[in-house]
């Protein structure tokens, strides 16, 4: 289970930068032949005057930068949580984890603020998500504020509901059993339209400056809507008795839970964007974390918002 966590932990960014960090270093490596092992030279000069070759040894360098950060992650969770051990006490949950450097956690379940529970999409194919628990009051400083975390590194998903509900007992709603409400039909337009306009520049400098192959860049275009589609086809919320949900993402689904006694404030928001398209989007606040609930009509935005409202003013 360890192994497949940290398969499933891939950074793509760290591969991009492997990539072009190797890309750079053959090109130096080429300018000062005398100084280099032929071997390493040849191997990381990329072949700039055939494009054939030139995408073969870029896919190359691509597959093998994600095999060594797959089993570089791997490697590290091992470490990092060897012999994990979870106990729900009296008091809260007790954690145990580390090869070299045992780390002890212990969060009661009173001072418990957020459960997000993490289900990346290659996660998810083996059956699986992690649990995050965060507290206010404990642990390190963060942000002015003293906050402890808890990983449960792999839960079965059948099983997600139950760990979250035993990590804060307030909540009396499971999302892997309930369904959930959807965002507006207008969010998809306005994901897209936002998508859109952050990425048209971009592609187009990359045309101008490195024709003609910036024009692969296009492909981010279609990629971005239709990843646009598949966050908002997924996403989902609810606000019923003492529970908040909100589900976002589908390569990299997240789930936050939240006891509505442990709200501290609310916020409605509404950008250019979400004016134009009649959205508004809320931030609930506690007392070291947020969640943001997905893009809701203006008028159905307003009434949660009034719904939310007795339960700050019991607290008060």
């Not at 991009?16 to 990381?44: I, K, T």
């Not at 916020?267 to 979400?274: I, K, V």
Request: aromatic letters at 12%; one cysteine or more.
């Amino acid at each position: 289970e360890l192994v497949g966590y940290g398969l499933s932990s891939g950074k793509p960014g760290l591969v991009l930068v492997m990539v072009f960090g190797a890309v750079e270093f053959g090109e130096m490596l080429s300018a000062r032949e005398n100084d280099a092992p032929g071997w390493v030279s040849d191997a990381l000069q990329m072949p700039a005057g055939d494009p054939v070759q030139f995408a073969a040894a870029l896919l190359g360098l691509v597959l093998l930068a994600f095999v060594v950060s797959w089993v570089g992650s791997a490697f590290f969770s091992l470490i990092r949580h060897f012999s994990f051990r979870l106990v729900r006490t009296k008091e809260g949950l007790y954690t145990e984890e580390g090869l070299f450097t045992r780390r002890h956690v212990e969060i009661p379940t009173r001072k418990v603020q957020v459960v997000m529970a993490f289900e990346p999409l290659m996660r998810r194919l083996m059956g699986y998500g992690t649990v995050y628990v965060e507290t206010a009051g404990l642990g390190v400083v963060v942000g002015g504020a003293r906050r402890a975390e808890a990983v449960i590194p792999m839960v079965e998903q059948d099983r997600l509901g139950v760990v979250c509900q035993q990590a804060l007992p307030l909540i009396d709603e499971n999302p892997w059993s309930t369904p959930l409400l959807p965002p507006h039909r207008n969010a998809l337009y306005r994901a897209v339209v936002a998508w859109l306009i952050q990425w048209v520049p971009v592609v187009g400098l990359l045309v101008f400056f490195y024709w003609p192959w910036g024009l692969l860049g296009i492909l981010v275009l279609p990629i971005g809507v239709l990843g646009a589609w598949l966050d908002y086809r997924f996403q989902g919320w609810r606000v019923e008795g003492g529970t908040v949900v909100s589900r976002r993402g589908f390569w990299k689904r997240r789930t936050w839970l939240m006891a509505r006694d442990k709200v501290q404030s609310v916020h409605l928001e509404q950008g250019p964007l979400m004016r134009r398209y009649g959205l508004g989007r809320l931030q609930i606040l506690v007392a070291d974390g947020e969640v943001f609930l997905p893009d809701l009509a203006w008028d159905r935005a307003n009434d949660l918002l009034e719904r939310l409202r007795p339960v700050l003013a019991e607290e008060e």
